[in-house]
C-alpha cells in the first residue's frame, strides 16, 4: 500500500455510486506548553498523537492571551497600523501549525518551534492532511479521478489549520456529513478561518454538516474573507442542510448556473467590525437560487445579496439581524422572505443606512446579458419588521430606522405583490428625532414598478416633513394600505 494512504487510512467501498471515501478525520486534543524557541511540547497527559500527524498548538497561552496586536505562538500575520480597517490594522497573532517528529510520553517534538512561550495552549489534531490525502486529484490514487463518489464525514468536531480544498473533481461528487448537529469542521482561533472551497467542481452536493469559523474581534485568522462555503465555477453544485456559524461570509456561489442552497443557515453571534460581504452571495451566475435558507445575526450584517446574477429563486428565506440586496441582478423571483432586525442592533454605519431590501445597480453591467441590468423580477409576500430604532451608538445613530424596499430609478418592469412592513409608531419633539420610514420607496425615472397589495405599518414623518408611507413617483399603486 502507498505510504500516504497507509498513513491515513482512507477507506474506499463501492456501493450504488462509483465509490465511497471516508477521510480518516480524528478529534484528538490536548492541552500543552511551550517554551520560546523550543521545539518540544510538553503535554499534561498522553495524547493520541503520533508521529508525522499534523498538529494545531491554538493562540490562547502566550503572555498576549492571543489578542490582536500580541505575539502567538505561531507568530503573527502583520497589520499596518495605517489601515483603518479593523482587521488589517493590527497584527493578529498565529497559531503554531506543525509535523510531530516524535513522541515520548509527555514529550513531543516538532519540526517547527515556538515564536514565544505558551503555557496550557489547546494543542489539535490538523485534520487537513487526511482530507486532503482522501479527496485531492491524483492519479496514483485513481478513485480521485472518477465522477459520482460518495465522501462520508463522520460525526465528531474536526480541527482544520487551513482552506479545506475540493478542486476540479467530475461530476457528480457528494461531502455528506451525519447531520449539521453531529458533523463539524472548525478552525481554530489564530488558524484561517474555515473555507470548504469547492472550485471547478460541477454537480457536487455538499450535505449535512457544520462549518465553524474564528471570526471575532480576536482570534481571527487571514483576512481574505473567503466563504466557509464557496462553490465557484461548479455548475448545478448544491448545499443542502448546512450550518455556517462565525466565518467570513456563509456561502458564496460565484460563475456557476443553477447552483442551489436549502435550509443553509448562517450565524453571526459576533460582529463584523468592518463591511465584508455578503453571509450568503450568488454572483455572476444564473439560475438557481436558495430555498428555506437564513442569516441569523446579533448584530445587522449583509445578509443576503445576488449580484450582477440572474433568473434566480429564493424562497421561503428568513433574516434575522440581516438585510437582503440585488445588485445588478435581473429577474429574481422573490418569494416568503421575512427580515426582522431588533432595536440597537446596527453597530456598523455601513449597514446602519441601508434600507431593508435594497434593489440597486452600484455594478451597471450585466455579465453576459444583453438586457439592461435590473431589468424585471417579482418581490412577493415580503416581510419586514424593525422592533424600534436600530442604531447601536447614540452619537450617531440612535434615532435611525431603515426603509423598506429601495428601488433604484434605472431598476424597471418591477412587481412587488404582497408582503408588509411594520415599524413602531415615532412622535418627535425636534427634526433630528423625526419620524417613520418609508415601507416602498421609489423616486421613479423608470418604468413598469407594480406595488400591489402591500401593507406598510407605521406613523411616518410628521409636518413639514414629508415622508410618505409607500412612495411609487409615476408608476403604480394597487390595493395597498397604510396604518
Not at 12 to 33: C, E, N, Y
Not at 361 to 381: F, W
Not at 390 to 418: E, H, Q
Request: with cysteine; hydrophobic share 40%.
Amino acid at each position: 500500500m502507498p505510504k500516504l494512504l497507509a498513513l491515513f487510512l482512507v477507506s474506499v467501498s463501492t456501493f450504488a455510486h462509483a465509490a465511497v471515501i471516508t477521510p480518516q478525520l480524528r478529534a484528538d486534543k490536548a492541552v500543552g506548553s511551550m517554551a520560546a524557541g523550543s521545539n518540544v511540547l510538553l503535554l499534561k497527559t498522553p495524547a493520541q498523537f503520533r508521529a508525522g500527524d499534523q498538529i494545531i498548538v491554538e493562540i490562547g497561552g502566550e503572555a498576549g492571551r492571543g489578542q490582536r496586536g500580541t505575539q502567538g505562538v505561531g507568530g503573527v500575520t502583520p497589520g499596518d497600523p495605517n489601515d483603518g480597517r479593523y482587521y488589517q490594522n493590527a497584527d493578529a497573532p498565529r497559531s503554531l501549525t506543525a509535523k510531530v517528529v516524535t513522541v515520548e510520553g509527555h514529550f513531543v517534538t516538532l519540526d517547527k518551534s515556538a515564536i514565544v512561550a505558551t503555557r496550557d495552549a489547546v494543542v489539535h489534531y490538523d485534520n487537513l492532511p487526511a482530507w486532503n490525502a482522501a479527496t485531492f486529484w491524483d492519479e496514483a490514487n485513481p478513485v480521485t479521478t472518477q465522477g459520482d463518489v460518495l465522501v462520508t464525514l463522520p460525526a465528531g468536531s474536526f480541527a482544520f489549520s487551513d482552506q479545506v480544498p475540493f478542486w476540479w473533481h467530475k461530476p457528480g461528487w457528494i461531502i455528506a456529513g451525519q447531520g449539521d448537529d453531529r458533523t463539524e469542521l472548525f478552525s481554530p482561533k489564530g488558524t484561517t478561518s474555515i473555507a470548504l472551497y469547492v472550485f471547478e467542481s460541477p454537480k457536487t452536493t455538499v450535505r449535512d454538516l457544520r462549518l465553524r469559523g474564528n471570526v471575532a474581534d480576536h482570534g481571527y485568522g487571514t483576512t481574505f474573507y473567503q466563504a466557509a462555503l464557496d462553490l465557484s465555477l461548479s455548475p448545478e453544485a448544491r448545499a443542502f442542510n448546512v450550518v455556517t456559524v462565525d466565518a467570513w461570509r456563509g456561502l458564496n456561489v460565484s460563475y456557476s448556473y443553477n447552483t442551489t442552497a436549502e435550509n443553509f443557515r448562517a450565524y453571526l453571534t459576533q460582529p463584523l467590525r468592518i463591511y465584508v460581504s455578503w453571509q450568503i452571495a450568488f454572483a455572476n451566475s444564473e439560475g438557481g437560487g436558495c430555498w428555506n435558507c437564513a442569516v441569523l445575526s446579533r448584530y445587522v450584517t449583509a445578509g443576503l445579496e445576488s449580484f450582477q446574477s440572474s433568473g434566480q429563486t429564493y424562497k421561503g428565506n428568513r433574516l434575522f439581524g440581516a438585510i437582503f440586496s440585488s445588485n445588478s441582478s435581473r429577474d429574481l423571483q422573490i418569494d416568503d422572505l421575512y427580515i426582522r432586525l431588533a432595536a440597537g442592533s446596527a453597530h456598523l454605519r455601513d449597514m446602519l443606512y441601508n434600507p431593508m431590501v435594497n434593489l440597486n445597480l452600484n455594478v451597471d453591467t450585466q455579465q453576459g446579458s444583453e438586457l439592461p441590468p435590473g431589468a424585471g423580477g417579482t418581490y412577493k409576500n415580503v416581510t419586514m419588521i424593525q422592533d424600534g430604532y436600530i442604531g447601536a451608538d447614540p452619537t450617531w445613530g440612535k434615532w435611525f430606522m431603515a426603509s423598506g424596499i429601495n428601488v433604484d430609478p434605472r431598476t424597471s418592469d418591477l412587481n412587488v405583490v404582497g408582503g408588509s412592513f411594520w415599524v413602531p409608531d415615532v412622535t418627535s419633539d425636534n427634526l433630528t428625532k423625526a419620524g417613520g420610514v418609508t415601507g416602498v420607496n421609489n423616486y421613479g425615472g423608470n418604468k413598469n414598478v407594480v406595488v400591489d397589495g402591500f401593507l406598510s405599518c407605521g406613523l411616518t414623518d410628521e409636518p413639514p416633513m414629508w415622508q410618505a408611507n409607500i412612495r411609487n413617483t409615476d408608476n403604480v399603486v394597487r390595493i395597498a394600505a397604510d396604518a
